[in-house]
């Protein structure tokens, strides 16, 4: 009975993400026999291996079940797996993991001073084939999600160009007029000429913990996937949080209008003291600033490795997507 299987990226600045993430959740990756070798093995996990493919193939071997676990963009998921219905059968998104941000967008020259939206371009795709008698071309390699959302706007005059290079470069080579592709910052779609148009974000794409439902989720990889989604949970709830430690002269109370005012929870009660606060990241500084108010002398914020709860809502998650044992 072969055990947990997770496909992460085998290259470039994603795998180099995904190892940083692996390593914080205490999930070391052992890649013996050099960085050619396609199979490793997680330290401490006996029951666990990973698998580096590209991106692409890690979603196309989600979709077919191949392997358990799976790290990719979510752009390339809803690329590979063509409609809302199919993704539910096929994959449980188990937790978005904070790095890889991109966006699919609709983009179109900047000379088109009167083209701004997704309204605009029908327009200018209805003119186009009668002016021209062909249709407005469009490259991309997100087929799929560009089909999708010209349909959801209404756009039906223009034919796919399909890309397997720089995307950006496809309307000053006049190979299309119009291009479908994912940008970071829109700085290279800016280098060449490009704007993206009002309505053009398909997808605000980030890479995920994908889970396959129709892989072999025997014994073994079960039992492996909750250590992992333990440690994983515990590394994005530590990185979600702060811990703030103070002395107060009413705790219980002060624990409870925290709780109200910032979201706070005291982990350890309110009797300890100091009083320990996670507060959510956003709000510490806050937080500490009130606490001063209420009496606290000195108010301390710390960052933490990982946070283990009693519950671990990943896990409960994909339990319920699974099929019973």
């Not at 795998?15 to 890649?31: H, K, M, P, Y």
């Not at 000429?193 to 439902?213: N, R, Y």
């Not at 409870?256 to 982990?267: C, K, R």
Request: hydrophobic residues 50%.
């Amino acid at each position: 009975m072969t055990g947990l299987v997770i496909a992460i990226p085998s290259k470039g600045r994603l795998e180099e993400n995904v190892s940083a993430f692996f390593d914080r959740a205490g999930l070391t990756i052992r890649r013996s026999g050099g960085s050619r070798r396609y199979r490793a093995a997680i330290s401490g996990i006996d029951d666990a291996e990973i698998a580096f493919l590209s991106a692409s193939e890690i979603a196309r071997e989600l979709a077919a079940g191949s392997v358990h676990f799976g790290v990719t963009g979510l752009d390339l998921v809803h690329e590979t797996l063509a409609d809302g219905g199919e993704r539910a059968d096929a994959i449980h998104l188990v937790t978005p993991l904070g790095f890889g941000h991109a966006d699919v967008v609709v983009a179109v020259p900047s000379v088109w001073i009167d083209v701004d939206t997704m309204d605009d371009l029908a327009e200018v795709a209805e003119d186009f084939r009668a002016r021209r008698g062909r249709r407005m071309r469009v490259a991309t390699k997100y087929i799929n999600l560009a089909r999708r959302h010209f349909a959801e706007a209404g756009i039906v005059d223009y034919r796919i160009v399909e890309s397997l290079g720089a995307t950006e470069g496809a309307p000053a080579a006049g190979s299309a007029e119009v291009i479908v592709d994912i940008t970071t910052t829109g700085s290279t779609l800016a280098a060449n000429a490009l704007k993206v148009l009002d309505g053009g974000l398909i997808l605000a794409s980030e890479a995920h913990l994908v889970a396959a439902k129709t892989a072999d989720w025997n014994d073994k990889a079960r039992a492996a996937a909750t250590t992992v989604l333990d440690r994983i949970a515990a590394e994005l709830r530590a990185r979600a949080i702060r811990e703030i430690r103070a002395v107060v002269t009413n705790p219980l109370q002060v624990a409870a209008e925290a709780s109200n005012l910032f979201g706070t929870v005291a982990p350890f009660g309110s009797i300890p003291s100091p009083l320990t606060l996670h507060c959510p990241a956003g709000q510490a500084y806050m937080c500490a600033q009130w606490l001063k108010a209420q009496g606290a002398e000195t108010v301390t914020i710390g960052r933490l490795d990982d946070v283990f709860e009693p519950e671990n809502p990943l896990l409960a998650a994909l339990e319920a997507a699974l099929p019973a044992v």
